[in-house]
């Protein structure tokens, strides 16, 4: 995990919605955890800094950091997207959003941000300037096309009209792959259910759930990404999602009170009235918020 983005789950996770500033000595401590090096942690709370996304603060020869409301507003709309999602969902109907647009090849960041920004919503390419989604709403869409400043650009809500059987005409599902989706489950479950059975025999210590906690987060929020929750007809027989989330949702918040207690740990290394306010958060606690 690049280091800006370990430190900014980790004060997602363990310092969410907090006024204090943190030592940034703790948090480099907090980094080394995960093998950062101190230079590359010092450097990272630097760029975020300049990226508006920390607030630095100075008491004597030490400096401190927290998130700024506007991250930490990101990270709330963000993590309720991800503790959503492989949830129960409201039934579909049958209408597909389609964003259909036109990006000059030499405008590639923006062509980028929008492609990132219309998958974290749920679309998938159906065609290269036509995208898809079962599940997103046109406001927000629109939203998004306003904010990054794409002129060349229409939303709309639409039905699909079946082909006939041996028809070369695609239908919206195929937006998604499959096979490649299924596998990215598979490896998932691989590597997170054996966790879940040492989670439940309590053979877990805090440092390690620090670790697997952070770690099974940051693989979890891609699947909104890569699949964005697409309704039960439109999935193959025995689609792993549901499996995934609880074995997500079990070991996440069955590690929370163990890496709270190695985050207090190494925060009251550097003060320890801030170790009494490190606080973890459930899947529950967040969607319910």
């Known amino acids: 995990m690049p280091p800006q983005h370990l430190l900014t789950t980790l004060l997602g996770d363990y310092w969410y919605r907090r006024e204090e500033h943190l030592p940034s000595a703790a948090l480099v401590r907090l980094a080394e955890e995960f093998g950062v090096s ?26 401190y950091y927290r998130l700024t409301d506007r991250a930490d507003e990101v990270l709330t709309e963000g993590q309720a997207h ?17 964003a259909g647009f036109s990006v000059p090849e030499e405008q590639r960041d923006q062509r980028h941000a929008l492609r990132t920004r219309l998958r974290w919503l749920g679309f998938a390419p ?10 997103a709403g046109a406001a927000e869409t629109l939203k998004v096309l306003r904010e990054l400043g794409v002129g060349n650009a229409t939303v709309f ?13 695609r239908d919206p599902v195929q937006a998604w792959d499959f096979d490649e989706l299924r596998a990215a489950y598979d490896g998932f479950l691989a590597h997170y259910e054996p966790m879940l059975a040492r989670v439940r025999e309590g053979a877990v210590g805090a440092a390690e759930a620090l670790i697997t906690r952070s770690g099974i987060m940051d ?26 989330r609880a074995v997500f949702v079990e070991v996440y918040d069955k590690l929370g009170p163990l890496a709270e207690i190695r985050v207090a740990q190494i925060v009251a290394e550097f003060d320890p009235a801030l170790a009494k306010r490190v606080h973890h958060h459930t899947t529950r606690s967040i969607t319910h918020t």
Request: hydrophobic share 40%; charged share 25%; proline share 8%.
């Open 82 to 98: 991800i503790m959503s999602f492989g949830g129960d969902s409201e039934p579909w109907d049958h209408r597909w959003t389609i």
């Open 157 to 169: 809500r639409a039905e699909h009209v079946l082909g006939e059987a041996g028809s070369r005409l």
């Open 38 to 63: 101190a230079v590359a942690a010092r450097a990272a709370l630097s760029r975020l800094a300049r990226r508006g996304l920390l607030e630095s603060a100075k008491r004597g020869r030490r400096t």
């Open 126 to 135: 159906l065609y290269d300037g036509m995208w898809v989604s079962p599940r």
């Open 219 to 244: 693989t979890w929020r891609t699947f909104p990404s890569l699949e964005p929750g697409l309704p039960a007809e439109l999935l193959p027989d025995g689609w792993p999602r549901g499996r995934a």
